[in-house]
C-alpha cells in the first residue's frame, strides 16, 4: 500500500521560507514521477513542481514558482522535498505530494495516482 506523508507546512512572513517533505511508504520516489500542487480555498489544485524518475531527474516549475522554489529528491530517505524561498502571500494553500507510477510527469493533478494528505502553507504579508 502506497502512503505518502508530507509535513513542514506552517505560518511564515511574506519573504520567509519554508522546507516541505514528503516521504513515501510503499513506493520508492525514485521509480516513478512526483509531483507537489498546491490548493487554495475555494480553488482547483494547481500545478506547482515535478520531477521525473530517476536517473531522468528532469524538473518542471511552474511559472508563478520559478526562481524561489527548488524541488529535490533523495533516494536514499525517500521523500521528495520542497523548499521554498521568497514567499509572496499568494502562495497561501494546501500543498500536495502527487506520484504516478507509469506516467511522465504531468501538470494534470488526473494522472497521479497516489495523493499525500496535505499540508497547509500559510504566508502573511
Known amino acids: 500500500q502506497v502512503q505518502l506523508v508530507e509535513s513542514g507546512g506552517g505560518l511564515v512572513q511574506a519573504g520567509g521560507s519554508l522546507r516541505l517533505s514528503c516521504a513515501s511508504s510503499?513506493?520508492?520516489?525514485?521509480?516513478?514521477?512526483m509531483a507537489w500542487f498546491r490548493q487554495a480555498p475555494g480553488k482547483e489544485r494547481k500545478f506547482v513542481v515535478s520531477?521525473?524518475?530517476?536517473?531522468?531527474?528532469?524538473?518542471y516549475y511552474a511559472d508563478s514558482v520559478k526562481g524561489r522554489f527548488t524541488l529535490s529528491r533523495d533516494n536514499a530517505k525517500n521523500t521528495v522535498d520542497l523548499q521554498m524561498n521568497s514567499l509572496k502571500p499568494e502562495d497561501t494553500a494546501v500543498y500536495y505530494c502527487?506520484?504516478?507510477?507509469?506516467?511522465?510527469?504531468?501538470?494534470?493533478?488526473?494522472?497521479?495516482?497516489?495523493w499525500g494528505q496535505g499540508t497547509q502553507v500559510t504566508v502573511s504579508s
Open positions: 502527487a506520484a504516478a507510477r507509469w506516467r511522465v510527469p504531468t501538470v494534470n493533478p488526473g494522472d497521479y495516482d497516489y
Open positions: 520531477i521525473s524518475k530517476w536517473p531522468g531527474d528532469s524538473t
Open positions: 510503499g513506493l520508492t520516489v525514485g521509480s516513478a514521477a
